[in-house]
């Protein structure tokens, strides 16, 4: 079964940072596009960024120059750097898998909380 | 970036009835889109990929169509679990989802 587990989430004051990290489990993780999406509060989904099985990687121009993402194959887990935070990146952030690189999402975590505020 | 636009914003159906949600592209997205299923507190759940095709374990009435720039998802006969909100998503160049159709009890 698959098993999308993050962390990391919590309060951060607006130019701080935080780093999510989920961990994987139930599939092969080394062959799987894996990808992080937000929600804000009462809003509508939003791609963040995605790391393909190869390590190449890809951001939403909202969050280019400020996230990072990465993969520890060797522990299968997902990272999320997250630098310069603002107001508007309070969001339930969830980890994802996709089939492939750049395509839908075949299996979501329950997701974990940034609260970006003063 | 390709806009992705859901009607209604909420459609009120009740219970056994048929829905019908849609969701038009701003360009063509060729069959590159999937439905998703999101209830209060939970993630959201894939319903349908490639315009089409039904995920494992969802049921025969959930059915996806359509292609370019209109597609369709159609609930046949709306079950008590089926009220939720649902996204569709483009991955034909890179990701944007739709605003979401709240499908709520009549």
């Known amino acids: 079964e698959v098993q999308l587990l993050e962390s990391g989430g919590g309060l951060v004051q607006p130019g701080g940072s935080l780093r999510l990290s989920c961990a994987a489990s139930g599939f092969t993780f080394t062959s799987y596009a894996m990808s992080w999406v937000r929600q804000g509060p009462g809003k509508g989904l939003e791609w963040v960024s995605e790391?393909?099985?190869?390590?190449?990687?890809y951001y939403a121009d909202s969050v280019k120059g400020r996230f990072t993402i990465s993969r520890d194959n060797s522990n299968n887990a997902l990272y999320l750097q997250m630098n310069s935070l603002r107001a508007e990146d309070t969001a339930v952030y969830y980890c994802?898998?996709?089939?492939?690189?750049?395509?839908?999402?075949?299996?979501w975590g329950q997701g974990t909380l940034v609260t970006v505020s003063s | 970036e390709i806009l992705m636009t859901q009607s209604p914003a909420t459609l009120s159906v009740s219970p056994g009835e048929r829905a019908t949600l849609s969701c038009r592209a701003s360009q063509s997205v060729n069959s590159n889109l999937a439905w998703y299923q999101q209830k209060p507190g939970q993630a959201p759940r894939l319903l349908i990929y490639?315009?089409?095709t039904r995920a494992t374990g969802i049921p025969a009435r959930f059915s996806g169509s359509g292609s370019g720039t209109e597609f369709t998802l159609t609930i046949s006969s709306l079950q008590s679990e089926d009220f939720a909100v649902y996204y569709c998503?483009?991955?034909?160049?890179?990701?944007?989802f739709g605003q979401g159709t709240r499908v709520e009890i009549k």
């Open positions: 790391i393909s099985s190869g390590g190449s990687t």
């Open positions: 998503q483009q991955y034909n160049n890179w990701w944007t």
């Open positions: 490639a315009a089409s």
């Open positions: 994802a898998k996709g089939p492939y690189s750049l395509s839908y999402v075949d299996f």
